[in-house]
Every structure is written in C-alpha cells, then in structure tokens.
C-alpha cells in the first residue's frame, strides 16, 4: 500500500463518516467526531481490503486503484461510524 492510495482512504473515510452521520441522525458524533471516527473506518477498511487481497485496494493510481480506494475508505468510515454511534447510544440510554 502505497501513500497516496492510504490518503484517498482516509479522506475518503472522513467523507463517508460524515455522510454516515447526517442519515443517521441519532448516531452522529459532531462533525469532528464523525470525521475521526471516518478517518479510523476509512483506514481500517482500506488495509482490511489490502490483507483479503482485494485487487482495488492493491495501490497504485489507475483508476480501478483509486476508486476502489475511495470504496474502501467510505465504506470503511461509514461502518465504523454506525457501530460506535450505536455503541455510544446504547450506553446513553442505560444511564
């Protein structure tokens, strides 16, 4: 995995966070929140797909590479999202 492949993830993962976030209204955690929480989904999922061997997430910049990468890291961001948001409400109602 080369760098400029791991920063089209991680923006791309700030971009999903965010997304994520406004529709899904009660999992939202500000927009600085949803955006570190996109950065770390948006990174995770990247080199999650890099160790299954996915073909996007190969590096490079031809264009399957970085709309893969782009894939990756959006998807990535805005899963992680909605799991720590679900989380976060879950221990907020028990309270």
């Given at each position: 995995?080369?760098?400029?492949t791991?920063?089209?993830?991680?923006?791309?993962?700030?971009?999903?966070?965010?997304?994520?976030?406004?529709?899904?209204?009660?999992?939202?955690?500000?927009?600085?929140?949803?955006?570190?929480?996109?950065?770390?989904?948006?990174?995770?999922?990247?080199a999650?797909?890099?160790?299954?061997?996915?073909?996007?997430?190969?590096?490079?910049?031809?264009?399957?590479?970085?709309?893969?990468?782009?894939?990756?890291?959006?998807?990535?961001?805005?899963?992680?999202?909605?799991?720590?948001?679900?989380?976060?409400?879950?221990?907020?109602?028990?309270?």
């Amino acid at each position: 995995m080369d760098v400029v492949t791991l920063l089209v993830q991680l923006i791309s993962g700030a971009v999903g966070g965010n997304i994520a976030g406004n529709a899904l209204k009660r999992f939202s955690l500000g927009t600085v929140g949803n955006s570190i929480v996109g950065i770390l989904g948006g990174g995770l999922g990247g080199a999650l797909l890099y160790a299954l061997g996915g073909g996007a997430g190969s590096g490079g910049v031809d264009v399957g590479s970085v709309l893969g990468s782009i894939a990756s890291g959006g998807i990535g961001g805005g899963v992680l999202l909605a799991i720590i948001g679900a989380i976060r409400s879950a221990f907020g109602r028990s309270a």
